[in-house]
């Protein structure tokens, strides 16, 4: 059974950093797409960053501030976050998706991350 499991979380004040990993178990290939979503308490899930082949997209609110990486030989992905703003406070999901034989789309359990001003 394939798992993504999410790790890096926690409190930091408005203008440090944090640094989520995603790991994936029980998985035979590398993935085709890795990335970071995020929600907010009464708000929908959004995209944050994502990666494929080298190439990187990032949401508008946080160009700049956040890199995405990925080791794609061990379906690993990390988030370096920094200048976190309270704006940044929510769950954080790691997602795999792409098509192999047939599609397939994975979600983490989420990592809260809390930006206090």
Known sequence: QVQLVESGGG?????????????ASGIMFSFNTMGWYRQAPGKQ??????TRTGITNYAD????????ARDG???TVYLQMNSL??????????NAHGRWVEAYDY???????????
């Open 61 to 68: 609110s946080v160009k700049g501030r956040f890199t995405i």
């Open 11 to 23: 409190l930091v004040q408005a203008g440090g950093s944090l640094r989520l990993s995603c790991a």
């Open 85 to 94: 703003k309270p704006e940044d406070t929510a769950v954080y999901y790691c």
């Open 73 to 75: 030989a061990e379906n």
């Open 45 to 50: 899930r959004e995209l944050v960053a994502d």
């Open 107 to 117: 979600w983490g359990q989420g990592t809260q991350v809390t930006v206090s001003s």
